[in-house]
């Protein structure tokens, strides 16, 4: 029988590993009980070495807070760039798109080369996604209206969700705040939110852009589960575990 110190070990081996731990899985590879794992992760918590989690523990803090878009834009700058180029090859002639707001969806519409795509349509909430484009004439641009949030030079709510009934997009390119295995894909605003599960809802094909900070990591507001997108574009950084569990799933994973 392993002593509390080698199962402390053993935790935080694994966290180091994978990312994250689940009760279930700790219990059947230490043969200990539930109770004694919870009372594991609670002392490793009060240490700071973890963050637990509903059924397991997170090597990070689990929850992300609502920051601007100008301060984001520094974080992971290099990787968003390779997962905005990568992402603006998947674009095709007589494309209709949709590209949602964030500091990686605008690392999009940075490298996208118009001249090589004929009849391309974009919609976007993104005020700044929308500025870029509009230096390339031959690209339509429609610019969704509603409120507008000031952290992520963006539109929500029921006026922009309202336009989007109206279409049918080929590809959807999404940017999250948080991508949680148990709970999905998140944003810090509610009716951020709510408008990215209309922009779902049109869109033929879903197409996540997020560097690997975003793994285990939750936003306030759920946009979906894994079932509702087809790809997922992020760097090298995602771990083994994270990586097969999503393609188990059916989730595309392109590593950049």
Known sequence: MVNITERHQHILGKLQQEGQVTVLGLCEELSVSSVTIRKDLKLLEDKGLLFRTHGGATQNNPYTIDRPVNEKEHIQINEKSRIGQAAAKLIEPNDSILIASGTTVMALAKSIQPNTLKNLMVITSALNVALELLRHPEVEVMQLGGILRRSSSSVTGPYAESILADFSCSKL?????????????????????????????????????????????????????????????????????????LQGMGVKVTIV
Request: no cysteine.
């Open 173 to 245: 390119f999404l940017g999250v705040d948080g991508i949680d295995l148990d709970f999905g894909l998140t944003t810090t605003n509610v009716m951020e939110a709510r408008l990215n599960r209309h922009m779902i809802n049109i869109s033929q094909k879903t197409i996540v852009l997020a560097d690997s900070s975003k793994f285990g990591k939750r936003g306030f507001g759920r946009i979906g589960g894994f079932e509702d997108i087809d790809h997922i574009i992020t760097d090298k950084g995602i771990s083994e575990h994270t990586l097969n569990t």
